[in-house]
T-cell receptor
Framework: DAKTTQPNSMESNEEEPVHLPCNHSTISGTDYIHWYRQLPSQGPEYVIHGLTSNVNNRMASLAIAEDRKSSTLILHRATLRDAAVYYCILRANFGNEKLTFGTGTRLTIIP | DTGVSQDPRHKITKRGQNVTFRCDPISEHNRLYWYRQTLGQGPEFLTYFQNEAQLEKSRLLSDRFSAERPKGSFSTLEIQRTEQGDSAMYLC????????????FGSGTRLTVV
C-alpha cells in the first residue's frame, strides 16, 4: 500500500479554519485520497475523498496538489466537536480494496 | 436504517474462553469489513466480505479467529482460546463496492481479556 505521512498532532483555536496536511509522494495514478476522523470512543467516520480535483462537502474541503503528492483537509470553522484523530488514507481503485490506516493527526481545539 | 450496529459494546472474558461478536451492517451495503484497534494506533484490517464471500484475510487473523457472513447479511467474528494480547476494540464497517462511497463504521466492541 502506498504510504501517507501526517503530523502526529495539531492544535487550532475554536471558530478558526484548520488545515490538516498529508504527504503521499508514492501515490499511484489510480489511488483515491480518503479522509476519516475518529472521535473519542467511537468508530472512524468518513469525511471526504477525491482523486484529482478539489472536493467540497458539508463537513470539509479537500485540496489536492497538482502533482497529487500531497493533500490538505480543510475544516472551515473548527468547533470543539471537531476534536478527533484525522486519518489520511490512499485507497487503490482496483484490487486492494481495504483501507489501511496509519496513526493519523490528533487535532485539539482550543476554546 | 440506523447505521452499523455492533454487539456487545463491551466484553470482559477470562483468558482461554471463546468470544463471539456480531455486526449488523447497513442493509444495502454489499461489503463488510472487520478491523482491530489497540490504544494509540489506527485500526488494523482483519478481513472483509463481499456479500457472503470472504475475499481477503490479514495475516493478523490467526487460526484462532474466524469470521462468517451467512446469507450476506450480518457477520460474526469469533475468537477461540482468547489471549491477553487479543484485548482491543473490534470495529465493523460496511460499504458499497464502488470507490465513490466511504465506509460506515460501527462503534465497536471493546474486548478485555483478563
Amino acid at each position: 500500500d502506498a504510504k501517507t505521512t501526517q503530523p502526529n498532532s495539531m492544535e487550532s483555536n475554536e471558530e478558526e479554519p484548520v488545515h490538516l496536511p498529508c504527504n503521499h509522494s508514492t501515490i499511484s495514478g489510480t489511488d483515491y485520497i480518503h479522509w476519516y476522523r475518529q472521535l473519542p470512543s467511537q468508530g472512524p467516520e468518513y469525511v471526504i475523498h477525491g482523486l484529482t480535483s478539489n472536493v467540497n462537502n458539508r463537513m470539509a474541503s479537500l485540496a489536492i496538489a497538482e502533482d497529487r503528492k500531497s493533500s490538505t483537509l480543510i475544516l472551515h470553522r473548527a468547533t470543539l466537536r471537531d476534536a478527533a484523530v484525522y486519518y489520511c488514507i490512499l485507497r487503490a481503485n482496483f484490487g486492494n480494496e481495504k483501507l489501511t490506516f496509519g496513526t493519523g493527526t490528533r487535532l485539539t481545539i482550543i476554546p | 436504517d440506523t447505521g452499523v450496529s455492533q454487539d456487545p459494546r463491551h466484553k470482559i472474558t477470562k483468558r482461554g474462553q471463546n468470544v463471539t461478536f456480531r455486526c449488523d451492517p447497513i442493509s444495502e451495503h454489499n461489503r463488510l469489513y472487520w478491523y482491530r484497534q489497540t490504544l494509540g494506533q489506527g485500526p488494523e484490517f482483519l478481513t472483509y466480505f463481499q456479500n457472503e464471500a470472504q475475499l481477503e484475510k490479514s495475516r493478523l487473523l490467526s487460526d484462532r479467529f474466524s469470521a462468517e457472513r451467512p446469507k450476506g447479511s450480518f457477520s460474526t467474528l469469533e475468537i477461540q482460546r482468547t489471549e491477553q494480547g487479543d484485548s482491543a476494540m473490534y470495529l465493523c464497517a460496511s460499504s458499497f463496492s464502488s470507490q465513490n462511497y466511504g465506509y460506515t463504521f460501527g462503534s465497536g466492541t471493546r474486548l478485555t481479556v483478563v
